[in-house]
């Protein structure tokens, strides 16, 4: 089932997300829905405050940019109870855009790798080190858990360059192909 992304200026977007016990609740039919409405959205991470639940479960599909970075063919996972244990010194910058904020793209500087702790969609336990786009796709997801969002990163100088824009979204004046749920 295709679920309503939630819009820039939502209050679940900027909640702390909540662990979840393993025995949560049609957690696999949670999980393939997130995964169904990230492919029709036509993106690579989603995060459930997205979809307008404050619990800390991600899904990411890189397979869709597999035809261009075959590194990635097949590589769909769920991300359940994920944590940031450790960043590495290293920065890089690269554009980013957000299924949340339709039509705002920008330049953020996140670390290079970074140490993650999560269940699968098996609930198996993990704790591994995961670098370059994988991180930083990991990173702005779990930002989202964290009630953080990519134009948090910005500098003062971008904020106030895309502050109007912002701002309409949180009235509902944005363009987007897919199913939302704005704050008007």
């Known amino acids: 089932m295709i679920l309503p ?3 820039f200026g939502q209050p679940v977007l900027r909640k702390v ?9 049609n957690l696999k039919e949670l999980i393939d829905n997130m995964f169904e409405t990230l492919r029709k959205a036509e993106g690579v991470g989603l ?4 979809v307008g639940l404050p619990i800390r479960v991600v899904v990411i599909d890189l397979d869709c940019i597999s035809e261009d970075e ?8 769920a991300f359940i109870n994920g944590h940031i244990i450790e960043e590495s010194e290293e920065q890089s910058d690269f554009e ?3 299924l949340s904020v339709p039509g705002i793209h920008e330049k953020v500087r996140r670390p290079e790798k970074v140490r993650i702790q999560y269940l699968d969609a098996d609930l198996q336990a993990h704790d591994e080190w995961v670098d370059g786009f994988v991180a930083r796709v990991i990173q ?4 989202h858990l964290e009630g953080k969002m990519f134009v948090d990163h910005l500098t003062p100088f971008r904020k106030q ?8 979204m949180t009235k509902g004046k944005y363009q987007c192909s897919y199913k939302t749920k704005a704050n008007h």
């Not at 997300?17 to 609740?25: S, V």
């Not at 995060?47 to 997205?50: T, W």
């Not at 360059?161 to 309409?168: E, G, H, M, S, Y």
Request: aromatic share 16%; glycine share 6%.
């Open 5 to 7: 992304m939630y819009i």
């Open 17 to 25: 997300a909540e662990d979840i016990p393993t025995d949560y609740p």
């Open 47 to 50: 995060a459930a405050p997205q």
């Open 70 to 77: 075959p590194q990635f063919k097949g590589y769909f996972k």
């Open 96 to 98: 980013e855009g957000c």
């Open 140 to 143: 702005h997801e779990f930002d």
């Open 161 to 168: 360059i895309i502050k109007k824009k912002l701002l309409a």
